[in-house]
């Protein structure tokens, strides 16, 4: 089947997470291909081997559809700290996703990378050899996901807060530009929040492994986990009650249940010592980011905190945000007093498609720069100036 030649069929746009690749064309919001990131590996002697990968294993969606059927071991290319540990298996999830686009030669291509969020710049050096000497793309671009997600929203200021699987990155954009040092990272992600559900259940005797069973307790989670936004009315109804029971069917048979682990298994977000994490909340690490920029920024920043990424989908988020940090401006800013708020206070909104809220800015950003020279690192380009030549054009800091 053929393709139109237009100017965005040749303009592509990949944003890398933790938990998936996504990759599709600009001007297009919905994804050609959302790409695990993910690898399995067999206990016994069959394997398929990928491409020039050296390993005997699964990656991607076949990893989690033989999953489903057998114990497997599997594998993160992103380790629970965002960084790369297993560039090889990167470098194929990569090339699967491509493939899945059917562009022909990248040459005659240009590519727009949402930049990952404290990428060491080694690492992005390495990100972009793979692009430009590896899959040879004509022209490569980079910009920050913060950014691209507020794009989305039609703003240029704001709160990002990016919660992926490895980590929650809360990051103040001003004018369309991320507030130098202003940033901050919570380490905690919807991985950990997958292995504190596990934890859980194998305490109420339920044999789960952080391994073999990490797939199976994201599913679990997706599908019966929330936020308590009135922890002692859960704690009450979990205790004297079977009101928040409920049945996680398994593909042997087999039945796990839950109760109080639908809504503890999330608090290592409000709470990080629950993973001996020293860190404060998100709530208080959102506070604290709009307070320690300039004070003039902060009303315009405050009216406009914006969830993103698919942890961010966990049910009362949104609600158990804005709850806590209008209960702490109120009391730290307004010192108790709301007829000081001058007719405004902290909102958190959760557009309807912050899953991928990143990827879709970015294609629509993709869209109108297509055809701006300025915007655009040739591989001629960098192969003269190197990773300094990415990092000016793209205003990379």
């Known amino acids: 089947m053929g393709r139109s030649t237009s100017m965005d069929d040749h303009t592509l746009v990949i944003d890398i997470g933790a938990h998936s690749i996504k990759v599709g064309f600009a001007g297009k919001l919905v994804p050609v291909a959302v790409v695990p990131c993910v690898m399995a590996e067999y206990r016994n002697n069959h394997w398929k081997i990928y491409k020039d990968v050296e390993r005997k294993m699964l990656i991607a969606d076949e990893a989690l559809e033989t999953g489903k059927k057998q114990k497997l071991g599997y594998h993160y290319p992103i380790d629970a700290e965002g960084k790369i540990k297993d560039w090889k298996l990167l470098e194929a999830l990569l090339g699967e996703a491509l493939q899945r686009l059917q562009i022909g030669d990248p040459i005659n291509c240009k590519l727009l990378i949402t930049k990952p969020n404290k990428m060491k ?28 997600a507020l794009y989305m929203q039609n703003a240029v200021t704001g709160v990002v807060v990016e919660m992926g699987d490895a980590m929650t990155h809360i990051t103040p954009v001003y004018k369309g530009h991320a507030i130098p040092k202003a940033d901050k990272t919570l380490a905690v992600g919807g991985r950990d929040i997958t292995n504190q559900l596990l934890k859980l259940l194998r305490l109420k005797g339920h044999p789960m492994n952080d391994r073999e069973d990490s797939e199976l307790g994201r599913q679990i989670k997706e599908q019966l986990c929330y936020i308590s936004t009135d922890l002692i009315m859960d704690e009450q109804l979990a205790s004297e009650t079977t009101a928040l029971m409920e049945f996680f069917k398994l593909v042997d048979g087999t039945t796990v249940s839950l109760s109080r ?77 709301e007829s000081r708020s001058m007719g405004w206070k902290p909102q958190v909104h959760a557009p309807k498609s912050r899953k991928h809220l990143v990827f879709e800015g970015a294609t629509v950003f993709a869209s109108l720069i297509s055809s701006d020279t300025s915007f655009w690192v040739t591989s001629q380009e960098y192969s003269q100036g190197g990773i300094q030549c990415v990092l000016e054009k793209c205003n990379i800091h």
């Open 121 to 148: 710049q080694s690492d992005l050096k390495m990100l972009l050899d793979i692009f430009y000497f590896k899959f040879g793309f004509g022209a490569v671009t980079m910009h920050g996901q913060a950014a691209l």
């Open 261 to 337: 682990e639908r809504f503890e298994a999330a608090e290592v977000l409000f709470k990080p010592e629950l993973l001996s994490i020293e860190s404060k909340g998100i709530s208080d690490i959102i506070f604290d980011v709009i307070q320690n920029v300039d004070i003039d920024c902060r009303p315009d920043l405050y009216c406009n905190i914006i969830l993103s990424g698919g942890t961010s989908l966990l049910h009362g988020l949104p609600e158990r945000i804005n709850k806590e940090l209008n209960e702490r401006y109120t009391r730290e800013v307004l010192q108790g007093d």
